[in-house]
């Protein structure tokens, strides 16, 4: 991805970074940098931007790998979770004790979902899913399958679960309702940024990572 050299000067770039890290909206980190609305909130795009471009580059995962999908949305009246109107559907897989991965999906079917799975997670690894019909194909695609059935319980006696994928979800949902809606053909940079926030733990790490990633 081509990208224009930023005409702020290196010290408040260095400040917009630790505003967005710290979660500081565009509005509120324009005044303290010192530079117009506008300009603070094509800054935050050009980070969440470059985020997006360099999470794409990882390696496929190994051993124990947690998948799932979620839907992201303000509330609605009327049907909930799975199919529920105007929400945005989307797919996760998490390495336990690793990083997530996560990408936008028109649709949970297992025609959309084997592609990516297969994409992203090595033959022969452990996939915990949960019951969804769409994951009845991973028993015969060259992984070994377990799955949660949430009806019944939430980790089974073998350790099935997917707690941490959906940790990752409610951390997502938490840091995204403060936007009050995000416009669908920019959400995939926001949910990126949220993964991006989860994989690199501390805000030091954040600030670090980010800042070498700019400077490319």
Known sequence: MERRRSKISK???????????????????????GVNRHTATLFYHKLREVIAENLESWQQMDGEVEVDESYFGGARKG??????????????LLKRGGKVYTVMIPDAKQSTLLPIIRQKIVPDSIVYTDGLGSY?????????????NHSKHFVNSKGSHINGIENF????????????????????????????????????????????????
């Not at 400040?15 to 500081?24: P, Q, S, W, Y």
């Not at 049907?79 to 797919?91: M, N, S, T, Y």
């Open 11 to 33: 010290d408040k770039q260095c400040k917009l970074i630790e505003h967005f890290v710290a979660g500081t909206p565009a509005r509120t980190a324009a005044e303290l940098a």
């Open 136 to 148: 009845d194909i991973l028993d015969t695609s060259g992984f070994r399958h377990r799955r949660v």
């Open 79 to 92: 049907k909930r979770g799975r199919g529920a109107a105007g929400k945005v559907p989307v797919f996760g």
């Open 169 to 216: 979800w409610n951390q997502a949902k938490r840091h995204l309702r403060k936007y009050n809606g995000i416009p669908k053909n920019n959400f995939q940079l926001f949910l990126k940024e949220c993964e991006f926030r989860f994989n690199y733990g501390s805000p030091k790490q954040l600030m670090d990572t980010l800042t070498q990633w700019m400077l490319k």
